[in-house]
């Protein structure tokens, strides 16, 4: 697989943490599946090439649209390539999509939905000119077009919300919920209703997903060779509670995803 990521424009930036590309160099004659992790970010996709399966249970999948929006990941999620991979990807900030849609982001969490289904005429014609284009380029000079468009009259990004994700991310998801709302001078269910339309996720659960990357990066980057240590370092009560958090998300345990290559999650999950 070749992988890329390109950075949004400073009018994007704000909202956008990057644009992706992932394209196999041949056709796999055996299909197996590749599990994505939580990262916190919601992704509009491309599929320029053969389509995905999502599995909804071990055994049963659909075939992904041909574009999509994903909503948030609260657990890990398994999909299949079907044949020769070719996928542009916007990944945004937590919080990035909801101020290019009038619709809670908590009606997506853990589903996805086409793009003609979400922008409707416009989500059809974005999708034709982003399948149609021959290069990335072309492909993110489209998408920024469409996107700085749809900023036009919406809702700017809550203040509330952007301080809340920023302080999360800055403490790698170690913080106090009825602090930050403190902070922000509104009610913790306040906050939290304005969250999950904005995020889609509680700011607990996304302070979860935090530390749960972090320690993503921690490993892969081998800043600390035991598990005991990573717990330590990224805030966990204990290593039981780093291990409970981990299952959760992966639906492995830690020395399982040490032993076994996950580079694909790793580039779908936005850790890379």
């Known amino acids: ?155 700017s990004y809550h203040p509330a919300i952007e301080y809340c994700v920023h302080h999360i991310a800055r403490h790698h998801g170690n913080v106090n919920i009825d602090q930050l709302a403190a902070t922000c001078n509104i009610g913790r269910r306040h906050l939290e209703r304005q969250f999950i339309a904005g995020v889609g996720l509680s700011p607990k659960l996304l302070a979860r997903i935090t530390r749960f990357q972090h320690v993503l990066h921690l490993i892969s980057t081998g800043t600390y060779r035991n598990l005991t240590g990573i717990a330590h370092e990224s805030g966990f009560y204990d290593q039981a509670h780093f291990i409970r958090d981990f299952r959760a998300f992966t639906g492995f345990n830690p020395r399982q995803y040490f032993s076994d290559n996950w580079q694909l999650a790793r580039y779908l999950s936005g850790e890379i």
């Open 1 to 155: 697989m070749i992988y890329q990521q390109y950075l949004p424009s400073p009018a994007l930036a704000k909202y956008i943490r990057c644009y992706w590309s992932l394209e196999s160099t041949g056709v796999s004659t055996a299909a197996s599946k590749d599990r994505i992790f939580p990262d916190g970010c919601m992704e509009l996709v491309f599929h320029y090439g053969d389509l995905y399966k999502k599995y909804h249970t071990e055994d049963t999948a659909g075939v992904q649209p041909r574009s999509f929006i994903h909503g948030q990941l609260t657990s890990f999620m398994d999909i299949e390539a079907t044949g020769r991979t070719g996928i542009f990807s916007v990944r945004f900030h937590p919080g990035g999509l909801a101020p290019f849609t009038a619709f809670s982001l908590e009606e997506v969490t853990d589903i996805y939905t086409s793009v003609r289904n979400y922008w409707g005429a416009a989500g059809e014609i974005l999708e034709d000119n982003i399948l149609n284009a021959s290069t990335h380029n072309e492909r993110i000079a489209i998408l920024e077009t469409f996107l700085l468009k749809k900023l036009v009259g919406m809702p």
